[in-house]
């Protein structure tokens, strides 16, 4: 990144070095994993058998190596390293190996069954995934404190992130964020945007409400303005829904919910295709936009990721596609039995052939792969649904309380069957009128199937419902 500053003969060696391992492991990915089928690059990553015994006394596992710092062999390697001359991780504030291979796996992931390339930047949570993604894009270009900056995002989104946008953005920094309500409908996306908008954002599907939009054209409509289109998938996961290889630029994942559904604690990360589109000049931004993140910005405002997290996580994606098939299965069979439940209001499943967006959803949701298990690609809709009870707030709480089996928290993704309350708890904060605007009533459950039998969980809602007076 110092180009032109000279090196002497001594850095110049580890560079020379450092460019053929870099060919190798170019060659390795385009000639070996990309290859692959997802399963083979979800369980192995560039993990190689030769790394494992050449370094890692045959671990099969990837190591984690629980140390602050890295060590140089002498001053050259040590100068080299710092100017970013060379691979390198310094410092795990900046990088760490066990960090590097939960990266290349969701890059590789991201990108499956595409010849887009990508660059992953793990971070502490699904928020700082958030933060990382948008704070680089919204800096300002002028030395006016008053520039005007604005960007554009769905409405329907993560509690955590409506709070992100509107008091962290908005109120705390006069950045002004323009919610599209109805995110289905491009005209509404086109005229909230305009010269000062600096990225498009959405979430699909939605948490709780299971919005959802025509990714393509918003893609092509971020695209014609010259800006990046950035989406969270948390709900889809790179086994159902594969944004950058569709052409959108920056994907949020929350990796601490279904991407790794043990519920061993918090971890996300923002997947980056090589040359965003952006409206503003930064070439190593743009060029690589997720290496531009993790070693400046990050660098220096330190949401990382620890390792021991980073193989928690790498660990459980593994199985990531086998354990969305069965999830997406089991939560289509629950969606069927409320929908047909005296006591339910409504169900929103996008799996269900009900949902205005079923169709739309259709297009996108696809279990990878899948016509290797199905002789044919199916639709799979994740496990995160919503229904509403019939009566009001009170039948509501009284049902969710009468629950024996299904956890009561204010978490989804999980192998074991979670439900909340939106309004008393992920969509608390923002208020009644923001609830109001997207579409979060006092009556809405959310539920996250899990992996349990969904004969257990239809009879442990049933009851539940049947406990109403
Ligand atoms: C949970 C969640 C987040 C935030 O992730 P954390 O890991 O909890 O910080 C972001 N987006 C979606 C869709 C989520 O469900």
């Not at 930047?121 to 270009?141: E, H």
């Not at 043990?262 to 060029?287: C, H, V, W, Y």
Request: proline residues 5%; negative net charge; aromatic residues 8%.
């Amino acid at each position: 990144m110092s180009e032109e500053q000279s090196y002497s003969p001594g850095v110049m060696r580890y560079v020379e070095q450092a460019k053929k391992a870099l060919a190798e492991r170019d060659r390795y990915v385009q000639e070996v994993v990309k290859k692959w089928k997802f399963d083979t690059i979800a369980v192995h990553g560039l993990y190689t058998v030769e790394e494992s015994l050449d370094h890692n006394q045959g671990a099969i596992i990837e190591p984690m190596f629980m140390s602050a710092s890295q060590a140089y062999r002498d001053s050259d390697e040590m100068e080299a390293a710092l100017a970013y001359l060379i691979p390198t991780w310094c410092y795990s504030r900046i990088a760490n190996p066990s960090t590097y291979y939960l990266e290349w796996t969701l890059a590789l992931l991201e990108t499956y069954g595409s010849d887009v390339e990508a660059s992953c930047c793990s971070t502490s949570s699904g928020m700082a995934a958030i933060m990382s993604a948008i704070d680089p894009l919204l800096v300002r270009r002028t030395k006016k404190l008053d520039e005007k900056i604005n960007f554009v995002a769905t409405c329907q989104v993560y509690g955590g992130t409506f709070q992100q946008f509107a008091e962290r953005k908005m109120t705390d920094r006069g950045i002004e964020c323009r919610w599209v309500v109805h995110s289905h409908d491009l005209d509404e996306w086109a005229s909230r945007i305009d010269k000062d908008t600096r990225f498009l954002y959405g979430e699909m599907p939605s948490n709780p409400g299971q919005a959802f939009f025509d990714l393509d054209t918003v893609t092509e409509l971020a695209h014609s303005h010259g800006i990046p289109m950035i989406v969270d998938t948390t709900v889809a996961t790179p086994a159902l829904l594969r944004p950058l290889a569709r052409g959108a630029d920056i994907v949020i994942q929350s990796a601490t919910k279904s991407l790794t559904s043990s519920g061993f604690g918090i971890s996300g990360a923002l997947i980056a295709r090589k040359n965003i589109a952006t409206n503003f000049d930064n070439p190593p931004m743009q060029e690589n936009f997720a290496e531009y993140v993790k070693f400046l910005p990050n660098r220096d405002n330190g949401p990382c990721l620890s390792p021991i997290q980073a193989i928690l996580t790498l660990n459980d994606i593994r199985t990531i596609r086998s354990k969305m098939d069965l999830l997406s299965r089991n939560t289509m069979k629950v969606a069927e039995f409320l929908e047909q439940h005296p006591r339910v209001e409504q169900v929103d499943y996008l799996g269900l052939q009900s949902h205005p967006l079923h169709e739309l959803a259709a297009k996108y949701m696809v279990l990878v792969d899948s016509e290797y298990d199905y002789g044919e690609p199916v639709n799979r809709y994740g496990h995160l649904m919503s229904f509403r009870v019939k009566g009001g707030a009170q039948q509501t709480r009284t049902m969710f309380d009468s629950l024996k089996r299904i956890w009561r928290a204010t978490d989804l993704g999980r192998i074991k069957s979670v439900a909340t309350i939106p309004a008393v708890s992920t969509h608390q904060q923002q208020g009644e009128e923001a609830r109001c605007m997207a579409d979060v009533p006092p009556n809405m459950v959310r539920l996250c199937v899990g992996g349990e039998h969904p004969d257990d969980v239809i009879a442990d809602l049933d009851q539940a419902l049947n406990s109403i007076a």
